[in-house]
Structures are given as structure tokens and as C-alpha cells.
């Protein structure tokens, strides 16, 4: 049990330092600065910081959050990129390599095999890159191809390893290369993750396209559809690794399901927010659309529940009324943009698929 403890508390203090250096990542992608030259400094003053002022966590307590020279407040971001990597870090660890059966009465850790040890280390680094992607969405509203590139790779290169590491066991069991056919390239993790990478992008720009044709404008940006692409590709690769699936249609429900908990994700903490500030601006006719398309969806789903849709007549005429409530909810809010009746009522959207990425690896079985 102690040794558990002792790799636990290892790890989120690893964790700890990585989200240390991801501020620095976030901040000096969004000012363009280089992330190694020059050394920490303050954002306020200039002044280079000190060893003993970028202890994760402690440094920022010790000083009560103002700059040792300077006096000014420090931004609660960097305490708190730090402990939430340090969870992630932990939580991964946990979901992953499954070491903490000691914790409750066995004599020793569970062994951790090297399929483990390599998913949770691609899984470090596909964190750092979500929280990367999160941060410098939310303080520039922008996603930076430095970050979701690299996304994209790193799950093409997970699938890559991990399909030569299965050649190479094959091969040192039998002697023999397997048989290069369609259905073991199609089975592949590789294969997994492109298709999944493809469908994740493609999805994401229909759907900003949709704008186009009605109001002149997108939906979504085209990072967007870049952080989905990566997405795609992760977990894609993850999923390609399970040897129940026989076809990469788990791989596309996947990231179909991603983008509809992105959407869930970004509703649940951007509504009460964005009908505040409607109201603010006292656009009434978007407000009320959308208090009328929440109380009718309730009603309907209620209605659903009860069987009271039974009838056909009944069932399609509600549906067919629902769809064109959410229609025009749409429309007005795409027209808001376009007349920027609405601005300044949107937040990015990159934040919400990156909670949906994290919600995904704990919810997926690989």
C-alpha cells in the first residue's frame, strides 16, 4: 500500500510540473514568444522570476497570489492548469494501468504490462495538448495549428506503434509476417484512426458550412475542425487496439458521439452565460425563441416519456414542429453574427470538445 501511495503522489507531483510548463505554453503561444527563451518572468512586470517562485502550487499560496517584486495579482490560471493536470495526470493513471489493488487488501501492486504503460504515456501527451488547445482558446478565441496539429500526429503515430508492435509479436510467435489483406489493414489501429480522423474533420466542417449558404458566415472556426480531426485520430487508434471490434464502426460512433457530448458540454456551461447577455442586449427575439425551444423540447421529451406520442399523427406532428422550433433558433442565432446583433455573446467551442475528450477517456474501454 505504501508503495502505491508513494508512485501516486510521484505522478501528480509530475503532473504538477507539466501543468507548470503548460501555463508557459498557453501564455507565450497567445503572446508569440518563444516557450524556452527567455526564462520565467512576470507577466505584469517583466521581472525573471526566481527558482523558489515557480514551485507548482505552493509558490502561488506563499505569495498570496501577488509577484514577489511587482505586487501584482497573479492570474488564477496558473495555480489551477497545475492542479488540474496533476488530477488528469492521477486519474489517467488510475484508469489506465490499474495499480491501486493494494489499497484495498491485496499483498502487491497489479502488474502493469507494456500495452498499458504505452497508452498512458500517449495519453500524458495527448493531455498536454488538450489543455493547451483549451487555454489559448479561451484567452485568444483562437486555436493555434501548433497545438492541433501535433494532435492529429501523435494519433497517427500511437496507431502507427501499436500496429508494428502487434506485427512484431505475430511474428516472433509464428515466425511468419502476417498476410498483407484488406481485412488486416482494415482491422488495423492505424486504419481505426484515420477514418475516425477524417470523419471527426469532415463532420466539423459541414457543420460550420451550414452557416454559409444562410447567413454568409461559419458556425464553427477551422480549428475546430482540427482539434476534431485529432480527436478522431486518438481515439480512433484507442478504440483500434480493442480486439472485440472487428470494423471501425465503433471508431465512427465514437467520434460522432465526442462531437454531440462537445455540443452537450458547451450548452450546459454557455446557456445561462449567453441568455444573460441576450437579455443584456435585449435581444428578446432570440431569447424568447430559445426559452420557447427549451420548454417545447421538455414538454415533448416529458410527452415521449409518458407515451402520450403514441399516435403516429400526433408523434410526427410534434417532431416535425420541434425541428422547425430549433431551425429557427438557429437561424437567429447565426443571424446575430452575421448583423453581430449577438456579438460578443459566443465562447469558443475548442474548450468544450476537449472536456468531452477527457470525459471520453474515462467513459471508452481500451
Given amino acids: 500500500m505504501g508503495f502505491t501511495l508513494l508512485i501516486l503522489g510521484w505522478i501528480f507531483v509530475l503532473g504538477l510540473v507539466i501543468g507548470s510548463f503548460l501555463n508557459v505554453v498557453i501564455l507565450r503561444t497567445v503572446s508569440g514568444e518563444s516557450i524556452v527563451f527567455p526564462a520565467s518572468k512576470c507577466p505584469k512586470c517583466g521581472t525573471p522570476l526566481k527558482w523558489y517562485h515557480n514551485i507548482p502550487v505552493l509558490s502561488y499560496i506563499f505569495l498570496r497570489g501577488k509577484c514577489a517584486f511587482c505586487k501584482e495579482h497573479i492570474s488564477l490560471q496558473y495555480p489551477m492548469v497545475e492542479l488540474l493536470t496533476g488530477i488528469i495526470f492521477l486519474a489517467l493513471f488510475i ?134 480531426a485529432g480527436l478522431g485520430t486518438v481515439f480512433g487508434g484507442l478504440l483500434g487496439t480493442v480486439d472485440t471490434f ?74 416535425i414542429v420541434l425541428l422547425a422550433m430549433g431551425i429557427f433558433v438557429c437561424r437567429e442565432i447565426l443571424l446575430g453574427i452575421k448583423d453581430k446583433v449577438s456579438e460578443g455573446l459566443y465562447l469558443p467551442f475548442g474548450p468544450a470538445m476537449v472536456v468531452a475528450g477527457f470525459i471520453s477517456f474515462f467513459l471508452l474501454n481500451f
Wanted: net charge neutral.
Fill in 95 to 228: 484508469k489506465i494501468c490499474k495499480p491501486i489493488d493494494p489499497l484495498f487488501g491485496l499483498s502487491s501492486m497489479m502488474p502493469i504490462g507494456w500495452y498499458q504503460i504505452l497508452v498512458y504515456l500517449f495519453a500524458l501527451i495527448v493531455t498536454g495538448l488538450f489543455i493547451a488547445i483549451a487555454g489559448t482558446d479561451i484567452l485568444e478565441k483562437k486555436v493555434a495549428d501548433v497545438h492541433t496539429i501535433p494532435l492529429i500526429v501523435m494519433g497517427l503515430v500511437f496507431s502507427f506503434l501499436y500496429t508494428g508492435a502487434t506485427v512484431y509479436v505475430y511474428y516472433k510467435e509464428l515466425g511468419e509476417l502476417p498476410k498483407f489483406t484488406w481485412e488486416l489493414c482494415s482491422t488495423s489501429p492505424l486504419f481505426f484512426s484515420i477514418l475516425a480522423g477524417v470523419v471527426g474533420f469532415f463532420t466539423m466542417e459541414i457543420l460550420a458550412r451550414i452557416g454559409l449558404p444562410m447567413v454568409g458566415a461559419r458556425i464553427f472556426g477551422e480549428g475546430d475542425s482540427y482539434i476534431a
Fill in 246 to 319: 472487428h470494423n471501425p464502426l465503433p471508431a465512427i460512433y465514437s467520434i460522432l458521439l465526442i462531437l454531440v457530448m462537445s455540443c452537450i458540454v458547451q450548452l450546459v456551461f454557455t446557456l445561462p452565460l449567453f441568455m444573460k447577455k441576450l437579455a443584456q442586449k435585449k435581444n428578446w427575439v432570440t431569447f424568447g425563441a430559445i426559452c420557447a425551444f427549451i420548454v417545447y423540447t421538455i414538454v415533448y421529451l416529458t410527452a415521449q416519456s409518458l407515451n402520450w406520442l403514441e399516435n403516429s399523427v400526433a408523434y410526427w406532428a410534434s417532431t
